[in-house]
């Protein structure tokens, strides 16, 4: 089944229950000593004893800073947990633009450690039938909506779990149609932090929502068919070309770049190296691991009128 929102086309995948195995932790009481008691967690090892207690909680959303939401969503997660560290990734993403958001949280969680719970909020679905989340991926945590907001994390990582978030027993209520951020991921978030297992909190699926995959596709006869995947405040245009699939043998052998029939063969090691040539526009490998179009102390994207899903002809011959 497909659904479009915007210029970003997502998908579901087919659905199947995976198996749960159950596993033996050790809780802590208020008065100081331990029980054993067994909890059901997902299958293959995933994570599901107590997160280390200086693993942090980052928050993303597109709120701003101008209302009260972010400052509310900390105060739920700290009720959950006092001793809660928070971070904040940005709140600065554009309203409602889920793969922005996607593309920035992939890019962030890297420098993240283990065990690290990520909050991610870009949410225009909130109150419709769109279902609570959390993303096991790279031993770290994801909540947020099942909108393709955790599409490039789960696609970047070599095993990644889902799981539907159902038990009310960690939510807030009553539950708002318009506020799950507050009221059902940030004490999610909580919960996490304070060692709750993936099993507690819903059921493993399979059918998640994803966004366009990020490899470019394959034209044939020399050819890539890239896309423009971010735009930086500096007018950058991050592609989603990488050294694997445009290597340095085709750079070195004459690969070039056209976009808004403009055509790009300068490539540059940093931003103000002039390198053989002192072309206005050039490419640049930026510190995310993708190629980006520059231009000398302009912006690229309004010099080649650039958005972001816009196609860019790779050619390597």
């Not at 592609?239 to 699939?245: I, R, W």
């Not at 490419?283 to 009128?305: H, I």
């Amino acid at each position: 089944m497909k659904k479009r929102r915007g210029d970003t086309e997502t998908r579901r995948h087919g659905d199947r229950k995976a198996g749960l195995r159950v596993s033996a932790s050790v809780r802590r009481r208020s008065d100081g000593s331990t029980s054993k008691s067994r909890t059901r967690s997902p299958r293959h090892g995933v994570p599901t004893s107590p997160r280390p207690p200086s693993a942090p909680i980052t928050l993303l959303t597109d709120f701003g800073s101008s209302d009260y939401f972010v400052g509310v969503m900390k105060g739920v997660i700290l009720s959950v947990n006092p001793d809660a560290r928070i971070v904040d990734i940005t709140h600065e993403i554009p309203p409602h633009d889920i793969a922005g958001a996607a593309f920035t949280l992939s890019v962030a969680c890297r420098s993240f450690p283990a065990q690290t719970i990520h909050l991610s909020v870009v949410d225009p679905g909130v109150g419709s039938a769109r279902r609570p989340i959390l993303v096991m991926a790279g031993e770290q945590f994801f909540v947020g909506p099942d909108n393709g907001i955790f599409s490039y994390v789960i696609e970047g990582a070599a095993r990644a779990h889902v799981v539907h978030l159902t038990n009310p027993k960690y939510f807030q209520h009553p539950v708002s149609d318009t506020f799950h951020g507050r009221d059902i991921f940030a004490p999610v978030a909580g919960a996490l932090s304070n060692g709750v297992t993936a099993a507690e909190l819903g059921t493993e699926i399979d059918d998640y929502v994803r966004l366009e995959p990020l490899a470019p596709d394959k034209l044939g006869k020399g050819k890539l068919g890239a896309r423009i995947i971010h735009i930086d405040r500096f007018g950058n245009c991050v592609t989603n070309l990488t050294k694997e699939v445009l290597t340095p043998e085709m750079i070195r052998d004459g690969a070039q770049l056209t976009l808004n029939g403009k055509t790009i063969k300068a490539f540059r090691r940093f931003f103000s190296d002039k390198g053989d040539n002192d072309q206005m526009l050039f490419a640049v490998w930026g510190s995310a691991g993708f190629l980006e179009v520059a231009a000398t102390n302009r912006s690229a994207a309004k010099l080649l009128k650039a958005r972001r899903g816009q196609r860019v002809l790779v050619s390597t011959y």
